[in-house]
T-cell receptor, first 114, second 111 residues
Framework: DTEVTQTPKHLVMGMTNKKSLKCEQH?????MYWYKQKAKKPPELMFV???????INESVPSRFSPECPNSSLLNLHLHALQPEDSALYLC?????????????FGSGTRLTVV | AQKVTQAQTEISVVEKEDVTLDCVYE???????LFWYKQPPSGELVFLIR??????QNEISGRYSWNFQKSTSSFNFTITASQVVDSAVYFC????????FGAGTTVTVRA
């Protein structure tokens, strides 16, 4: 298995809803990442988990809450989002946090906040 | 400061033309990695190539080729004999501790 699987592929949620995005990989990678990508913009790093510990939080609002239950799973819990949070959310993984390793990206979750 | 610059926002060509995408990067590290990714309209980021800072050999993979010039901090990407399926956004990225993307170049190949 050489993939990063993200679910759901599409999500529409209201500003008062609570939802979660899920990311899964079975490549034995020990670093996992959340990126946010607005239309016609490059991906922006949100969070980095290294060996199941949060190592980087790029000053992301608290309405986004990451969770790494185990080395294969990464969740992003969403609560009280704003319409401007609508974007493509990409998950990625790498063998480790060291720069020598390549990154594998999932196909993303397209989130629309109404 | 922007670490990766892709000066071309959009490129439009007719099928079978060659396309060269420019990428200029900035880092103080001596060890780093450069990447090119393709993002078709479906959204997934497709890995194309990874090159480390110590390997300046150019690389060819089918219709794709890459020119790494450390002296000018550039890592350019050429698509030879473009096809409609090459239409996508192409991102250059630098990893020197964190993966930083350029702004992307939208390539449109017309039949």
């Amino acid at each position: 298995d050489t993939e990063v699987t993200q679910t759901p592929k599409h999500l529409v949620m209201g500003m008062t809803n609570k939802k979660s995005l899920k990311c899964e990989q079975h490549m034995g990678h020990r670093a996992m990442y959340w990126y946010k990508q607005k239309a016609k913009k490059p991906p922006e790093l949100m969070f980095v988990y290294s060996y199941e510990k949060l190592s980087i939080n790029e000053s992301v609002p608290s309405r986004f809450s990451p969770e790494c239950p185990n080395s294969s799973l990464l969740n992003l819990h969403l609560h009280a989002l704003q319409p401007e949070d609508s974007a493509l959310y990409l998950c990625a993984s790498s063998q480790g946090p060291d720069i020598h390793y390549g990154y594998t990206f999932g196909s993303g979750t397209r989130l629309t906040v109404v | 400061a922007q670490k990766v610059t892709q000066a071309q926002t959009e490129i439009s060509v007719v099928e079978k033309e060659d396309v060269t995408l420019d990428c200029v990067y900035e880092t103080r590290d001596t060890t780093y990695y450069l990447f090119w990714y393709k993002q078709p309209p479906s959204g997934e980021l497709v890995f194309l190539i990874r090159r480390n800072s110590f390997d300046e050999q150019n690389e060819i993979s089918g219709r794709y080729s890459w020119n790494f010039q450390k002296s000018t901090s550039s890592f350019n990407f050429t698509i030879t004999a473009s096809q409609v399926v090459d239409s996508a956004v192409y991102f250059c990225a630098l990893s020197d501790g964190e993966l930083s993307f350029g702004a992307g170049t939208t390539v449109t190949v017309r039949a």
